[in-house]
Protein backbone atom coordinates (compact mmCIF):
# COMPACT_ATOMS: atom_id res chain seq x y z
CA UNK A 1 0.00 0.00 0.00
CA UNK A 2 1.39 3.23 -0.71
CA UNK A 3 -0.21 6.81 -0.44
CA UNK A 4 0.28 9.32 2.52
CA UNK A 5 3.96 8.47 4.30
CA UNK A 6 3.54 6.82 7.78
CA UNK A 7 6.76 7.26 9.40
CA UNK A 8 8.12 3.91 11.04
CA UNK A 9 7.41 4.18 14.66
CA UNK A 10 9.68 2.75 17.95
CA UNK A 11 7.01 0.04 18.05
CA UNK A 12 7.47 -1.30 14.54
CA UNK A 13 10.83 -0.58 14.56
CA UNK A 14 11.63 -2.96 17.28
CA UNK A 15 8.79 -5.57 16.53
CA UNK A 16 10.18 -5.75 12.94
CA UNK A 17 13.94 -6.15 14.21
CA UNK A 18 12.45 -9.31 16.20
CA UNK A 19 10.73 -10.63 13.28
CA UNK A 20 14.05 -10.40 10.74
CA UNK A 21 15.69 -12.43 14.35
CA UNK A 22 13.12 -15.19 13.59
CA UNK A 23 13.18 -15.38 10.68
CA UNK A 24 16.30 -15.62 9.84
CA UNK A 25 16.50 -18.37 12.75
CA UNK A 26 13.73 -20.32 11.48
CA UNK A 27 14.88 -19.92 7.62
CA UNK A 28 18.31 -21.49 8.60
CA UNK A 29 17.16 -23.73 11.11
CA UNK A 30 18.40 -25.65 13.19
CA UNK A 31 21.41 -23.78 13.31
CA UNK A 32 20.64 -22.07 16.40
CA UNK A 33 20.49 -25.35 18.54
CA UNK A 34 24.21 -25.70 17.59
CA UNK A 35 25.84 -22.78 17.45
CA UNK A 36 29.82 -23.76 18.10
CA UNK A 37 29.11 -27.04 16.59
CA UNK A 38 27.79 -26.47 13.28
CA UNK A 39 28.86 -24.95 10.08
CA UNK A 40 26.61 -23.33 7.29
CA UNK A 41 26.93 -24.66 3.58
CA UNK A 42 30.42 -26.70 4.16
CA UNK A 43 33.76 -26.97 5.46
CA UNK A 44 35.31 -24.72 2.54
CA UNK A 45 35.07 -21.14 3.13
CA UNK A 46 33.36 -20.78 6.19
CA UNK A 47 36.24 -22.18 8.29
CA UNK A 48 38.43 -19.40 6.69
CA UNK A 49 36.21 -16.64 7.58
CA UNK A 50 35.60 -18.44 11.19
CA UNK A 51 39.10 -17.40 11.68
CA UNK A 52 39.02 -14.32 9.53
CA UNK A 53 36.99 -12.90 12.19
CA UNK A 54 38.90 -14.20 15.18
CA UNK A 55 42.01 -12.96 14.03
CA UNK A 56 40.49 -9.63 13.49
CA UNK A 57 39.58 -9.41 17.20
CA UNK A 58 43.28 -10.22 18.15
CA UNK A 59 44.36 -7.36 15.63
CA UNK A 60 42.54 -4.82 17.03
CA UNK A 61 43.58 -5.85 20.11
CA UNK A 62 47.26 -6.43 19.78
CA UNK A 63 48.43 -5.05 16.77
CA UNK A 64 45.62 -2.61 15.35
CA UNK A 65 48.33 -0.76 12.86
CA UNK A 66 49.29 -3.91 11.00
CA UNK A 67 45.77 -5.59 10.65
CA UNK A 68 46.38 -7.24 7.18
CA UNK A 69 49.61 -8.79 8.42
CA UNK A 70 48.32 -12.18 9.89
CA UNK A 71 49.80 -14.99 10.57
CA UNK A 72 48.17 -17.01 7.32
CA UNK A 73 50.72 -17.76 4.84
CA UNK A 74 53.73 -16.66 6.90
CA UNK A 75 56.52 -15.13 6.26
CA UNK A 76 54.07 -13.32 3.25
CA UNK A 77 53.27 -9.96 3.90
CA UNK A 78 49.50 -8.42 3.51
CA UNK A 79 48.11 -11.95 3.76
CA UNK A 80 44.28 -10.60 5.08
CA UNK A 81 43.97 -9.03 1.79
CA UNK A 82 44.49 -12.21 0.03
CA UNK A 83 40.25 -11.85 0.40
CA UNK A 84 37.46 -10.22 1.44
CA UNK A 85 39.09 -9.20 5.07
CA UNK A 86 35.41 -9.05 6.89
CA UNK A 87 36.93 -6.28 9.13
CA UNK A 88 33.61 -5.04 9.26
CA UNK A 89 33.03 -7.95 11.99
CA UNK A 90 36.40 -8.18 13.49
CA UNK A 91 34.74 -6.31 17.08
CA UNK A 92 32.83 -9.79 17.06
CA UNK A 93 36.47 -11.71 17.08
CA UNK A 94 37.05 -9.70 20.92
CA UNK A 95 34.37 -12.10 22.19
CA UNK A 96 35.72 -15.81 23.34
CA UNK A 97 38.82 -17.60 22.54
CA UNK A 98 39.28 -20.93 20.91
CA UNK A 99 38.29 -22.98 17.59
CA UNK A 100 34.38 -23.32 19.48
CA UNK A 101 34.31 -19.91 20.25
CA UNK A 102 35.24 -18.92 16.61
CA UNK A 103 32.77 -21.02 14.85
CA UNK A 104 30.19 -19.70 17.76
CA UNK A 105 30.73 -16.42 16.48
CA UNK A 106 30.46 -17.29 12.78
CA UNK A 107 27.40 -18.68 12.79
CA UNK A 108 26.17 -15.84 15.08
CA UNK A 109 27.44 -13.78 12.17
CA UNK A 110 25.46 -15.90 9.84
CA UNK A 111 22.09 -15.99 11.37
CA UNK A 112 22.86 -11.77 11.88
CA UNK A 113 23.61 -11.29 7.90
CA UNK A 114 20.30 -12.65 7.41
CA UNK A 115 18.39 -10.51 9.67
CA UNK A 116 20.05 -7.41 9.23
CA UNK A 117 19.32 -8.24 4.87
CA UNK A 118 15.57 -8.80 6.02
CA UNK A 119 15.72 -5.57 8.36
CA UNK A 120 17.52 -3.23 5.95
CA UNK A 121 15.27 -3.96 2.84
CA UNK A 122 11.84 -3.67 5.44
CA UNK A 123 13.17 0.33 6.16
CA UNK A 124 14.61 1.30 2.83
CA UNK A 125 10.84 0.02 1.52
CA UNK A 126 9.05 2.04 4.27
CA UNK A 127 11.25 5.29 3.49
CA UNK A 128 10.24 4.69 -0.28
CA UNK A 129 6.58 5.29 0.97
CA UNK A 130 5.58 1.51 0.75
CA UNK A 131 2.92 -0.16 3.53
CA UNK A 132 4.21 -2.89 6.10
CA UNK A 133 3.09 -5.40 4.45
CA UNK A 134 4.80 -4.88 1.35
CA UNK A 135 7.87 -3.69 3.06
CA UNK A 136 7.84 -7.37 4.74
CA UNK A 137 7.69 -8.51 1.23
CA UNK A 138 10.89 -6.71 0.07
CA UNK A 139 12.33 -7.56 3.26
CA UNK A 140 11.57 -11.58 2.68
CA UNK A 141 12.85 -11.36 -0.96
CA UNK A 142 15.72 -9.38 -0.53
CA UNK A 143 16.93 -11.75 2.79
CA UNK A 144 15.74 -15.28 1.41
CA UNK A 145 15.90 -15.19 -2.32
CA UNK A 146 16.75 -18.45 -3.46
CA UNK A 147 19.56 -18.01 -5.17
CA UNK A 148 20.95 -16.54 -1.62
CA UNK A 149 21.18 -20.34 -0.46
CA UNK A 150 24.04 -21.25 -3.00
CA UNK A 151 26.33 -18.62 -1.44
CA UNK A 152 25.87 -19.54 2.19
CA UNK A 153 29.43 -20.64 2.58
CA UNK A 154 30.13 -16.85 1.54
CA UNK A 155 30.13 -15.07 4.63
CA UNK A 156 30.96 -11.57 2.63
CA UNK A 157 28.77 -12.12 -0.24
CA UNK A 158 25.20 -12.70 2.26
CA UNK A 159 26.23 -9.91 4.38
CA UNK A 160 24.77 -7.13 2.47
CA UNK A 161 22.24 -6.12 4.83
CA UNK A 162 24.16 -2.69 5.26
CA UNK A 163 23.11 -1.87 1.83
CA UNK A 164 19.67 -0.97 1.79
CA UNK A 165 20.25 -0.46 5.70
CA UNK A 166 22.63 2.74 4.43
CA UNK A 167 20.17 4.00 1.50
CA UNK A 168 17.40 3.72 3.92
CA UNK A 169 18.80 5.80 6.79
CA UNK A 170 20.71 7.93 4.13
CA UNK A 171 16.84 8.86 2.66
CA UNK A 172 15.48 9.58 5.56
CA UNK A 173 18.39 12.26 6.46
CA UNK A 174 17.59 13.93 3.39
CA UNK A 175 14.07 13.51 3.55
CA UNK A 176 13.51 14.89 7.13
CA UNK A 177 16.54 17.15 7.03
CA UNK A 178 18.65 15.84 9.20
CA UNK A 179 22.61 15.87 9.12
CA UNK A 180 23.27 13.21 11.13
CA UNK A 181 21.19 10.78 9.94
CA UNK A 182 22.53 11.44 6.71
CA UNK A 183 25.90 10.70 8.18
CA UNK A 184 24.97 8.02 9.73
CA UNK A 185 23.84 6.38 6.66
CA UNK A 186 27.05 7.18 5.30
CA UNK A 187 28.19 5.39 8.12
CA UNK A 188 26.56 2.29 7.54
CA UNK A 189 27.77 2.56 4.31
CA UNK A 190 31.54 2.74 5.51
CA UNK A 191 30.80 -0.57 7.77
CA UNK A 192 29.41 -2.80 4.72
CA UNK A 193 32.43 -1.33 2.79
CA UNK A 194 34.27 -2.84 6.07
CA UNK A 195 33.27 -6.03 5.45
CA UNK A 196 34.67 -6.61 1.77
CA UNK A 197 35.30 -5.41 -1.60
CA UNK A 198 33.07 -7.83 -3.59
CA UNK A 199 29.88 -5.70 -2.44
CA UNK A 200 31.77 -2.52 -1.33
CA UNK A 201 32.95 -2.17 -4.81
CA UNK A 202 29.62 -1.76 -6.70
CA UNK A 203 28.46 -0.26 -3.87
CA UNK A 204 31.41 2.51 -4.02
CA UNK A 205 30.56 3.08 -7.65
CA UNK A 206 26.72 3.02 -7.00
CA UNK A 207 26.95 6.06 -4.51
CA UNK A 208 29.46 7.87 -6.98
CA UNK A 209 26.66 6.94 -9.62
CA UNK A 210 23.87 8.65 -7.49
CA UNK A 211 26.06 11.47 -7.01
CA UNK A 212 26.66 11.99 -10.52
CA UNK A 213 22.94 11.93 -11.34
CA UNK A 214 21.85 14.37 -8.13
CA UNK A 215 24.50 16.83 -9.13
CA UNK A 216 23.05 16.86 -13.11
CA UNK A 217 19.06 17.41 -12.07
CA UNK A 218 20.34 20.12 -9.39
CA UNK A 219 21.81 21.61 -12.92
CA UNK A 220 18.99 20.93 -15.06
CA UNK A 221 16.75 22.70 -12.32
CA UNK A 222 18.69 26.04 -12.34
CA UNK A 223 20.78 25.47 -9.28
CA UNK A 224 18.69 25.83 -6.55
CA UNK A 225 19.56 26.68 -2.92
CA UNK A 226 20.98 23.96 -1.07
CA UNK A 227 20.78 23.44 2.59
CA UNK A 228 23.90 23.74 4.07
CA UNK A 229 23.43 21.52 7.09
CA UNK A 230 22.97 18.92 4.52
CA UNK A 231 25.95 19.77 2.20
CA UNK A 232 28.58 19.50 5.50
CA UNK A 233 26.38 16.11 6.44
CA UNK A 234 26.81 14.89 2.53
CA UNK A 235 30.61 16.06 2.44
CA UNK A 236 31.97 14.61 6.29
CA UNK A 237 29.92 11.42 5.27
CA UNK A 238 31.58 11.15 1.80
CA UNK A 239 34.65 11.50 3.44
CA UNK A 240 34.40 9.54 5.81
CA UNK A 241 33.77 6.47 3.04
CA UNK A 242 36.44 7.53 0.58
CA UNK A 243 38.88 8.06 3.47
CA UNK A 244 38.15 4.11 4.72
CA UNK A 245 38.69 3.16 0.98
CA UNK A 246 41.82 4.59 0.66
CA UNK A 247 43.24 3.04 3.81
CA UNK A 248 41.85 -0.46 3.54
CA UNK A 249 42.53 -0.61 -0.31
CA UNK A 250 46.16 0.02 0.20
CA UNK A 251 47.45 -3.93 1.43
CA UNK A 252 44.96 -4.78 -1.49
CA UNK A 253 46.92 -2.59 -4.32
CA UNK A 254 50.18 -3.85 -2.92
CA UNK A 255 49.00 -7.31 -3.40
CA UNK A 256 48.01 -6.69 -7.03
CA UNK A 257 51.10 -5.67 -7.18
CA UNK A 258 52.58 -8.61 -5.86
CA UNK A 259 50.78 -11.33 -7.59
CA UNK A 260 49.54 -9.62 -11.19
CA UNK A 261 48.05 -13.46 -11.79
CA UNK A 262 45.28 -12.25 -8.46
CA UNK A 263 43.47 -10.54 -11.22
CA UNK A 264 40.22 -12.01 -12.75
CA UNK A 265 41.29 -12.60 -16.91
CA UNK A 266 38.55 -12.86 -19.05
CA UNK A 267 38.64 -16.32 -19.70
CA UNK A 268 37.74 -16.92 -16.15
CA UNK A 269 35.06 -14.53 -15.82
CA UNK A 270 33.69 -16.05 -18.90
CA UNK A 271 33.53 -19.26 -17.16
CA UNK A 272 31.27 -17.81 -14.41
CA UNK A 273 29.19 -16.01 -16.92
CA UNK A 274 26.06 -17.54 -18.44
CA UNK A 275 22.83 -16.97 -20.50
CA UNK A 276 19.32 -15.61 -19.33
CA UNK A 277 18.80 -19.17 -18.31
CA UNK A 278 20.76 -18.72 -14.99
CA UNK A 279 17.66 -16.89 -13.64
CA UNK A 280 16.03 -20.22 -13.85
CA UNK A 281 18.89 -21.90 -11.86
CA UNK A 282 17.70 -22.47 -7.98
CA UNK A 283 20.58 -23.70 -5.22
CA UNK A 284 19.78 -28.16 -5.10
CA UNK A 285 18.85 -27.09 -1.38
CA UNK A 286 15.95 -26.07 -1.84
CA UNK A 287 12.83 -27.41 -1.29
CA UNK A 288 10.34 -26.24 -3.91
CA UNK A 289 12.79 -25.10 -7.02
CA UNK A 290 15.70 -27.57 -6.27
CA UNK A 291 14.19 -30.59 -8.19
CA UNK A 292 12.55 -28.23 -10.67
CA UNK A 293 15.56 -26.79 -11.91
CA UNK A 294 17.42 -29.74 -11.90
CA UNK A 295 17.81 -30.51 -15.51
CA UNK A 296 19.27 -26.53 -16.25
CA UNK A 297 21.75 -26.83 -13.15
CA UNK A 298 23.09 -30.46 -13.76
CA UNK A 299 24.49 -29.05 -17.03
CA UNK A 300 26.66 -26.30 -15.74
CA UNK A 301 30.20 -25.69 -14.10
CA UNK A 302 30.48 -23.27 -11.41
CA UNK A 303 27.21 -23.57 -10.06
CA UNK A 304 27.37 -21.31 -6.87
CA UNK A 305 27.91 -18.43 -9.23
CA UNK A 306 25.13 -19.54 -12.04
CA UNK A 307 22.53 -20.07 -9.66
CA UNK A 308 20.44 -16.87 -9.68
CA UNK A 309 16.99 -17.88 -9.58
CA UNK A 310 14.92 -14.95 -7.41
CA UNK A 311 11.69 -17.28 -7.02
CA UNK A 312 8.73 -16.87 -9.23
CA UNK A 313 6.04 -14.94 -6.74
CA UNK A 314 8.47 -12.13 -6.10
CA UNK A 315 8.84 -11.90 -9.68
CA UNK A 316 4.98 -11.86 -10.21
CA UNK A 317 4.56 -9.43 -7.79
CA UNK A 318 7.38 -7.22 -8.58
CA UNK A 319 5.76 -7.36 -12.46
CA UNK A 320 2.07 -6.11 -10.77
CA UNK A 321 3.82 -3.41 -8.58
CA UNK A 322 5.09 -1.99 -12.00
CA UNK A 323 1.13 -1.88 -12.64
CA UNK A 324 0.07 -0.47 -10.05
CA UNK A 325 -1.31 2.99 -9.56
CA UNK A 326 -0.41 3.09 -5.89
CA UNK A 327 3.13 4.72 -6.81
CA UNK A 328 4.76 7.37 -8.41
CA UNK A 329 5.21 6.52 -11.86
CA UNK A 330 8.78 7.47 -12.19
CA UNK A 331 9.69 5.41 -8.62
CA UNK A 332 7.96 2.13 -10.93
CA UNK A 333 10.44 3.34 -13.86
CA UNK A 334 13.15 3.66 -11.76
CA UNK A 335 13.13 0.98 -9.75
CA UNK A 336 11.52 -1.54 -13.21
CA UNK A 337 15.24 0.19 -14.84
CA UNK A 338 17.37 -0.89 -12.14
CA UNK A 339 16.25 -4.49 -12.16
CA UNK A 340 17.47 -4.66 -16.08
CA UNK A 341 20.76 -3.16 -15.65
CA UNK A 342 21.37 -5.18 -12.46
CA UNK A 343 20.10 -8.50 -14.23
CA UNK A 344 22.04 -7.94 -17.44
CA UNK A 345 24.89 -7.25 -15.78
CA UNK A 346 24.37 -10.43 -13.37
CA UNK A 347 25.26 -12.98 -16.42
CA UNK A 348 28.94 -11.51 -17.03
CA UNK A 349 30.19 -11.46 -20.24
CA UNK A 350 31.03 -14.64 -22.61
CA UNK A 351 34.22 -13.68 -24.84
CA UNK A 352 33.34 -16.42 -27.75
CA UNK A 353 29.76 -15.08 -29.08
CA UNK A 354 31.05 -12.18 -29.64
CA UNK A 355 28.65 -9.62 -28.30
CA UNK A 356 29.54 -6.41 -26.57
CA UNK A 357 28.20 -7.50 -23.24
CA UNK A 358 27.67 -4.33 -20.67
CA UNK A 359 29.80 -6.21 -18.23
CA UNK A 360 32.63 -6.34 -20.41
CA UNK A 361 32.68 -2.94 -20.44
CA UNK A 362 32.62 -2.63 -16.83
CA UNK A 363 35.03 -4.75 -16.55
CA UNK A 364 37.44 -3.23 -18.97
CA UNK A 365 36.79 0.31 -17.98
CA UNK A 366 36.13 1.08 -14.57
CA UNK A 367 39.26 0.87 -12.13
CA UNK A 368 39.81 -2.26 -9.86
CA UNK A 369 36.85 -4.23 -11.30
CA UNK A 370 39.06 -7.30 -12.53
CA UNK A 371 40.26 -7.75 -8.86
CA UNK A 372 36.61 -9.23 -8.10
CA UNK A 373 34.50 -12.24 -9.49
Same mark, same amino acid.
Given at each position: MAGTRLEVSARELLLVALGAIVAS??????????????????????LVQAWQVGWGGHALTHQPLDFFQSNQFWPLADTLAFSDALIGYAPAGLIGSGSEAAIARYDVLFLFAYALAFLGAYLLARELGVGPPGAFVAGAAFAFAPFRLEQDGHMHVISSGGIPLAFAIGLRGYRLRRPWVVVAGFAVATWQLL??? *????? !???? #? %? @?????????? =???????????????????????????????????????EYPEATRGPAEVDTYSGGPQLFLVAP?????????????????????????????????????????? *????? !???? #? %? @?????????? =???QQRDGLLWPYRVIYEVLPWWQGIR
Open positions: VVMNWPLVLNLGEDVPKDLGDPIGF *SLGLP !LAYL #L %G @ALALFAAIVW =LRRGRPALDRRLVIATAVGAALFIATAAVISRPYMRVADDENLVWGKATEAIRDGLANVPEKTLFPGLLIVALAIAGMWSS *SYPRW !LRIA #L %G @AGVVIVSVLA =LGF
